[in-house]
Structure formats: C-alpha cells, structure tokens
C-alpha cells in the first residue's frame, strides 16, 4: 500500500521559515500530481502547492511569493519550502498524490496525516 508521511512542521516566529516534506513509500509506477494543502481551525482545507510529473507547478493566492515546491523524483518526495511565515498560515498541512502503483492500475489519490505549523505574532 502507497503511504504519505509529512514531516518538517514546528513553531517558528513572523517572518520565519519552514521546510515540509512528503515520503511516498510503496509500490509507485507513475506520478501524475503531488500537492500540499493545509487546514485551519474552523476553516475549510486550502490548496496551497502543487507539482505534476513534469515539474509544473501552481501556488494558491496565500502561497505566491513565499513558498516553493518541488520534488526529488528519486526519492519520491515533495518537499514545501516555506519563507516569510504570517501567524495567518498556521494550519495543519497535508500532503496530496495522484498517483499509479503498477502499469495496469488505475489513478488513485492518497493523503497523508499532516504536520502541524504554528507561526507566533
């Protein structure tokens, strides 16, 4: 079975940066979208990042200017880099995969269980 599992999340102060990443582990054949969102108390779950198979890459209207994503296609993990940190962007951030296990398999989609970031005023 495909597994996602965040790490990197922490406290850091306004202004602050954090780098999250993302470890697929399991049988993967093909990768077509790997995404960060992020949810806030009370608030519905954020598109934050994604990266396609092809490294394309689109940011929500939170993230442009500040974070990055990319991957390590070796490694099969995408990683968040997050600059310029506002107490507005604590949340619970969660990784995303659409992706195939064997040449046969249908697309499937995969979560993992998220890494908490707090940024202090």
């Known amino acids: 079975q495909v597994r996602l599992v965040e790490s990197g999340g922490g406290l850091v102060q306004t202004g602050g940066s954090l780098r999250l990443s993302c470890a697929a582990s399991?049988?993967?054949?093909?990768?077509?979208?790997m995404a960060w969102y992020r949810q806030a108390p009370g608030k519905q779950r954020e598109l934050v990042a994604t990266i396609t198979g092809r490294s394309s890459t689109n940011y929500g209207d939170s993230a442009k200017g500040r974070f990055t994503i990319s991957r390590d296609n070796a490694k099969n993990t995408v990683n968040l880099q997050m600059n310029s940190l506002k107490p507005e962007d604590t949340a619970v951030y969660y990784c995303?995969?659409?992706?195939?296990?064997?040449?046969?398999?249908?697309?499937?989609?995969?979560w993992g269980q998220g890494t908490q970031v707090t940024v202090s005023s």
């Open positions: 399991g049988s993967i054949f093909s990768i077509y979208v």
């Open positions: 995303f995969a659409d992706l195939t296990t064997t040449v046969s398999a249908p697309r499937r989609t995969y």
